[in-house]
């Protein structure tokens, strides 16, 4: 009987100490992924609140930034006007070349170059820009004079067909009257050159 009972003490032993081991084991694994989580939603509260920082960072800049162009309108005006004017200059500068090279491969000498947004009539007043020609410019191109006057209608026919879209607006000639001009030669006003701009 006793040696029932102490087998059956030795047993409980054996049975209570892996239990507990079981226990412990449980218990570490446990405390082990509570720890993990917690250092994991610790990591996402931190990147959360960095994100919420830094946004409101970019809005306070934007807000700065939109105040600022508000007290700097006139600034602001006067930098979009030398973006179009280097804009425009660079395309005057396109139009100048193609008529110096349509002028020398006709034989005629350019002296002056005058852009304008609008037309002029024969007696110099402005005339209002036709509906649809929101991009046009004009130049008044004036000649070396007297002209022969083949020489002059050549330079007339190169403008005409051109690849820079040109077109002869305004044109007033007339006889050469000095002594030294050559025969077939005529002067010729400033001429008025349409050019269609992007």
């Given at each position: 009987?006793?040696?029932?009972?102490?087998?059956?003490?030795?047993?409980?032993?054996?049975?209570?100490?892996?239990?507990?081991?079981?226990?412990?084991?449980?218990?570490?694994?446990?405390?082990?992924?509570?720890?993990?989580?917690?250092?994991?939603?610790?990591?996402?509260?931190?990147?959360?609140?960095?994100?919420?920082?830094?946004?409101?960072?970019?809005?306070?800049?934007?807000?700065?930034?939109?105040?600022?162009?508000?007290?700097?309108?006139?600034?602001?005006?006067?930098?979009?006007?030398?973006?179009?004017?280097?804009?425009?200059?660079?395309?005057?500068?396109?139009?100048?070349?193609?008529?110096?090279?349509?002028?020398?491969?006709?034989?005629?000498?350019?002296?002056?170059?005058?852009?304008?947004?609008?037309?002029?009539?024969?007696?110099?007043?402005?005339?209002?820009?036709?509906?649809?020609?929101?991009?046009?410019?004009?130049?008044?191109?004036?000649?070396?004079?007297?002209?022969?006057?083949?020489?002059?209608?050549?330079?007339?026919?190169?403008?005409?067909?051109?690849?820079?879209?040109?077109?002869?607006?305004?044109?007033?000639?007339?006889?050469?009257?000095?002594?030294?001009?050559?025969?077939?030669s005529i002067t010729s006003e400033a001429l008025e050159i349409e050019v269609y701009v992007k």
């Open positions: 009987m006793n040696d029932f009972l102490a087998k059956n003490a030795q047993r409980f032993r054996v049975t209570l100490i892996v239990a507990l081991t079981f226990a412990v084991i449980i218990a570490t694994t446990l405390v082990v992924l509570a720890v993990q989580y917690s250092e994991n939603y610790a990591d996402e509260v931190k990147q959360t609140v960095y994100d919420a920082n830094t946004s409101q960072d970019k809005i306070n800049t934007i807000t700065n930034l939109s105040q600022q162009l508000a007290k700097n309108q006139t600034s602001v005006a006067h930098v979009e006007k030398i973006v179009a004017d280097s804009k425009s200059y660079a395309y005057q500068d396109l139009i100048i070349n193609d008529l110096r090279t349509m002028a020398d491969k006709a034989g005629v000498k350019i002296t002056s170059f005058d852009f304008s947004d609008t037309a002029t009539t024969a007696d110099g007043k402005p005339v209002a820009k036709p509906t649809g020609s929101l991009h046009t410019k004009f130049v008044n191109v004036t000649l070396d004079n007297p002209v022969k006057y083949t020489s002059f209608l050549n330079f007339l026919h190169y403008i005409e067909l051109n690849n820079t879209k040109m077109q002869i607006s305004n044109i007033t000639i007339s006889a050469a009257t000095e002594d030294d001009a050559p025969a077939g």
